[in-house]
């Protein structure tokens, strides 16, 4: 909250805020009243997530990952679906990340709900062909991001700036892409590893 008032202090009259818990029931209530004060909603970017390396397999981090990524993700991009619906129009962004393209030992709950946003925004994509609706979809998957969520003893390779990621997300929300991988280098990491057997991937140890 006191970072949210620190940005709308910058910007006087520009910036409107609300607090809320996407794991929540009442987070798309808070949702609307958040589009209530800024007079309407044309892009929704959904940013929340949490995630954490989890070798011991620790229980209540996997089902913590997965209240954030996949509850919460769930009941906020169904809140801005319907609101676009109701409205006749709209642009639906999510940042998910790379990690949904292979199963990572290491980080099992993340991966897999990572890779569940990929596939729920793919068939949100296609629900809204089916119901002839003009809503846009762009999933943005970036890798390693140098902010607080990687903060900590380990070191990640190929951190990326945040800055440069943020411009690359507002380029590709207004260029309309439907998935962007941020950074060259992820690209062809995850082209990599699309092409991987799992016979082979299974003995990788990340």
């Given at each position: 909250?006191?970072?949210?008032?620190?940005?709308?202090?910058?910007?006087?009259?520009?910036?409107?805020?609300?607090?809320?818990?996407?794991?929540?029931p009442d987070a798309a209530d808070k949702l609307h009243?958040?589009?209530?004060?800024?007079?309407?909603?044309?892009?929704?970017?959904?940013?929340?997530?949490?995630?954490?390396?989890?070798?011991?397999?620790?229980?209540?981090?996997?089902?913590?990952?997965?209240?954030?990524?996949?509850?919460?993700?769930?009941?906020?991009?169904?809140?801005?679906?319907?609101?676009?619906?109701?409205?006749?129009?709209?642009?639906?962004?999510?940042?998910?990340?790379?990690?949904?393209?292979?199963?990572?030992?290491?980080?099992?709950?993340?991966?897999?709900?990572?890779?569940?946003?990929?596939?729920?925004?793919?068939?949100?994509?296609?629900?809204?062909?089916?119901?002839?609706?003009?809503?846009?979809?762009?999933?943005?998957?970036?890798?390693f991001v140098d902010t607080a969520l990687l903060s900590?003893?380990f070191h990640y390779p190929m951190m990326l700036k945040?800055?440069?990621?943020?411009?690359?997300?507002?380029?590709?929300?207004?260029?309309?892409?439907?998935?962007?991988?941020?950074?060259?280098?992820?690209?062809?990491?995850?082209?990599?590893?699309?092409?991987?057997?799992?016979?082979?991937?299974?003995?990788?140890?990340?």
């Amino acid at each position: 909250e006191a970072e949210l008032e620190t940005l709308r202090s910058k910007a006087p009259g520009q910036v409107s805020a609300q607090v809320l818990d996407v794991t929540q029931p009442d987070a798309a209530d808070k949702l609307h009243a958040l589009i209530e004060q800024t007079g309407g909603m044309d892009v929704f970017l959904l940013s929340s997530g949490i995630g954490k390396q989890n070798y011991v397999l620790q229980t209540d981090i996997e089902l913590a990952t997965a209240a954030t990524n996949v509850e919460g993700f769930i009941r906020m991009t169904n809140a801005a679906y319907h609101y676009f619906e109701k409205q006749g129009y709209g642009h639906l962004a999510v940042i998910s990340s790379i990690a949904g393209t292979k199963g990572l030992g290491a980080a099992a709950a993340y991966s897999a709900t990572k890779g569940f946003q990929n596939i729920y925004m793919d068939a949100l994509d296609q629900l809204a062909r089916m119901q002839k609706l003009n809503i846009a979809f762009t999933d943005i998957r970036p890798g390693f991001v140098d902010t607080a969520l990687l903060s900590g003893d380990f070191h990640y390779p190929m951190m990326l700036k945040p800055k440069n990621v943020a411009q690359e997300i507002v380029r590709a929300i207004e260029t309309n892409q439907h998935v962007r991988v941020i950074d060259w280098r992820y690209r062809l990491l995850t082209s990599i590893w699309r092409r991987i057997p799992r016979c082979i991937w299974r003995r990788i140890k990340l």
